[in-house]
């Protein structure tokens, strides 16, 4: 493996195999991938599929592969954003003449199209096919398209076809259609490795309190804010571990998700991972006050009025910041509904934090159970940078952004098992 091939460990790279007689060197392709390290995830058109079968690329990439726009995938909640969203690469290797010509025309008819379409990441085309097709000038004007658009042609190697004649169109072995992919990859910054070897702590959605066996007391937070983090996290290569309350959201792929209910429940999952994490980012809506005496049996409802006493649940965060080592940065979340920055500063320093990620969840777009999010972060050194209506997926990169740029240089992991 090439020393840039490594980047790839950990990273989704989605292969793309279409239909041509060199289907069956992706098959390579994909368990080569495999070995770096990479996770891959193929989507077979419907040519693809009269050359090779779905099951030896689920059986090598060990992801289902995705052969249809509305085929039912069992077990990994795919949509055709989600998969666009979740690649760090794509590859389409082999590329018909079609698949060029319907890419450079900007055609979404089946899984591939549209994810090419709908995927921010690097797109690279190997592509394969007879040299009278390769040499046509349609064919060369959809590959110029491309790459004015920044996508990467691999140029075929030449020798013999499998249509019998001699030429340029064969695809290049599948060892220099990795290092050529990745070096693209690496070039565009779509491999992004900034927490590579950093151990990230994310909570999120909300905690519950029980009352009695079939009752709880919740909130609204639905947990989007801190799996966007959670997913940008190890998509930068950390490892990353969240820690989450109930929600409806699929667990992230490549994270270790520890699922818990109560503010109890959360404050030990979170210490245990505490001491070797570089990072915790808290966007959990922890239950601040939980029920003083859980009932064991379903409670009746016999009485008019029923009052419930409360007690003060523990502060995790807080319990976080007079831990923190100086090597350690600590992020929280302030949902507010009035005096957003006062209130956002004062649990900064109280819960010894390294910045605070404050919203007025009033405002139209911002808070709980939306897609996106209107925050401000506030820094211990009193900066505070104002940012507009983003995606929660765009907040989770800034955040990431700077608690990267907050770290100091790495340590290694004895050293910060040692505190
Ligand atoms: N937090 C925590 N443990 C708690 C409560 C909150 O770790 N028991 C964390 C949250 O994950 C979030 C931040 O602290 O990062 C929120 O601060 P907090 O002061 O608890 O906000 P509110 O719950 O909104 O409190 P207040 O009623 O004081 O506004």
């Known amino acids: 493996m090439t020393a840039n091939a490594a980047a790839l460990k950990g990273k989704n790279v989605i292969l793309g195999v279409t239909g041509g007689i060199a289907a069956y060197k992706a098959v390579e392709l994909a368990s080569r991938l495999r070995k770096i390290g990479a996770e891959v995830h193929v989507i077979m058109t419907r040519g693809a599929q009269s050359f090779v079968t779905e099951l030896t ?5 060990g992801h289902p592969v995705s052969t249809g726009m509305w085929e039912k995938v069992s077990h990994w909640q795919v949509e055709h954003i989600a998969l666009a969203r979740l690649a760090d690469l794509v590859l389409v290797a ?15 008819d089946d899984m591939l199209t549209t994810v090419l379409l709908a995927t921010e990441a690097p797109i690279c085309f190997a592509p394969a096919m007879n040299s009278v097709m390769w040499e046509n000038p ?11 658009l920044g996508y990467h042609v691999i140029t075929p190697a030449s020798g013999h076809l499998a249509c019998g004649v001699e030429g340029v169109g064969r695809l290049p072995e599948p060892e220099a259609i990795l ?10 910054g779509g491999v ?5 070897g950093r151990k990230i702590l994310v909570t999120a959605g909300g905690t519950i309190a029980p009352i009695d066996p079939v009752r709880f007391i919740a909130n609204r937070s639905s947990g989007k804010m801190g799996y966007a983090i959670a997913r940008e996290a190890a998509r930068r290569g950390a490892e990353t571990v969240l820690v989450s309350g109930p929600t409806a959201l699929p667990e992230p792929v490549g994270v270790k998700t520890v699922q818990v209910e109560t503010t109890e429940e959360m404050r030990a ?3 245990k991972g505490f001491p070797t994490a570089d990072a915790v980012i808290k966007a959990a809506a922890v239950a601040d006050y939980v029920v003083k005496e859980v009932a064991a049996q379903k409670i009746k409802k016999t009485a008019d009025e029923w009052c419930l006493e409360l ?7 807080w ?4 831990k923190k080592k100086p090597w350690q940065v600590l992020v929280g979340f302030a949902a507010e509904t009035e005096s957003l920055v006062e209130y956002a500063k004062a649990k900064l320093a109280e819960k010894n934090l390294d910045f605070i990620v404050a919203n007025d969840v009033t405002r139209p777009g911002a808070g709980f159970n939306t897609d996106t999010n209107i925050a401000q972060l506030i820094f211990r050194d009193g900066k505070r940078e104002e940012h507009p209506l983003l995606t929660k997926e765009a907040l989770a990169e800034i955040i990431l952004d700077r608690v990267a740029s907050l770290l100091p240089p790495k340590r290694k992991l004895q050293d910060r098992e040692k505190g």
């Open 269 to 271: 999952a979170v210490l």
């Open 311 to 317: 007690k003060k649940a523990p502060d995790i965060l």
């Open 94 to 108: 082999p590329a018909t003449a079609n698949i060029i010509a319907k890419a450079a025309h900007g055609l979404a």
């Open 192 to 196: 992004n490795n900034t927490l590579t």
């Open 179 to 188: 290092e050529e992919a990745v070096n693209f990859a690496l070039a565009r």
């Open 57 to 61: 690329f689920r059986e090598i990439s």
């Open 319 to 322: 319990e976080l910041g007079q």
């Open 138 to 148: 349609l064919t060369q004007r959809n590959i110029k398209i491309l790459r004015e």
